[in-house]
């Protein structure tokens, strides 16, 4: 199955290439996917996180992208990245409480195509790593039909999936809250960090990666 998947990754980029325009997605689906039988330890990483005005892709927006990149099972903090989206719609207050971004903030921040282009150069031959897969990739391949016309493929690797499988494993029920990336860390031993901060949660889901890891080595496709 994970074969499968890993070969539907590569023809779906293959055949996407010969459609994307030229730019930022060209030059990212230009370069192949990971091989299955990469070790962890040598895999290239970038953890990504978004903040969005909203969860449905389609209606609501991408509001800002944070991520680093994960080398070597090293966080390489002077890769940090972290960028408000001057989105048309105004912010809606509810929303601002969780991610403390005002519309004064997005006034002042980048267009959706240049930060889109700059995550793109960044996981061009790499994994993308996330908490809560859904957002990222949903978010992500909808600034991609926006703004280039094609919906391309990704390959994540997602803390929440990761744990969810170990809990699953044990048989027993547990409370979904758990999944939580703050609740995760809390569990793990990790320092809590201020939340809803895109940068700062990528940094957090790197280090809580990098400790789920520590069990034993693994390869690539025994966790996408």
């Known amino acids: 199955m994970f074969l ?25 689906l230009s370069v192949p996917f990971p091989s299955e039988d990469t070790l962890l330890s040598d895999l290239s990483i970038v953890s990504v996180d978004f903040e969005t005005t909203g969860l449905n892709a389609v209606t609501d927006k ?3 992208v944070g991520f680093v990149d994960l080398d070597k ?19 809606d207050a509810e929303n601002v409480k969780i991610h403390q971004i005002t519309d004064q903030q997005k006034s002042q921040g980048k267009p959706l195509r240049e930060v889109v282009e700059a995550l793109l150069k960044a996981l061009a031959g790499k994994v993308m790593l996330v908490h ?7 978010f992500l391949k909808q600034a991609c039909v926006e703004l280039y016309g094609v919906s391309p493929p990704f390959m994540i690797l997602d803390t929440l999936a990761i744990a969810k499988r170990k809990l699953d494993q044990r048989n027993i029920a547990y409370d979904p809250q758990e999944l939580r990336l703050s609740a995760l860390r809390k569990t793990h031993g990790l320092p809590s960090y201020f939340a809803h901060n895109a940068l700062n949660d990528a940094i957090a889901t790197a280090e809580l990666f990098l400790v789920q890891q520590k069990s034993g080595e693994k390869k690539l496709k025994e966790l996408v």
């Open 4 to 28: 499968n998947r890993i070969f539907g990754f590569e023809a779906r980029r293959k055949r996407l290439l010969k459609k994307a325009p030229k730019g930022a997605l060209y030059d990212f």
């Open 62 to 64: 991408l509001l800002s």
């Open 73 to 91: 099972q090293q966080i390489k903090l002077g890769s940090c990245y972290h960028q408000i989206i001057n989105t048309e719609d105004r912010l």
């Open 132 to 138: 809560f897969a859904q957002i990222e990739q949903q």
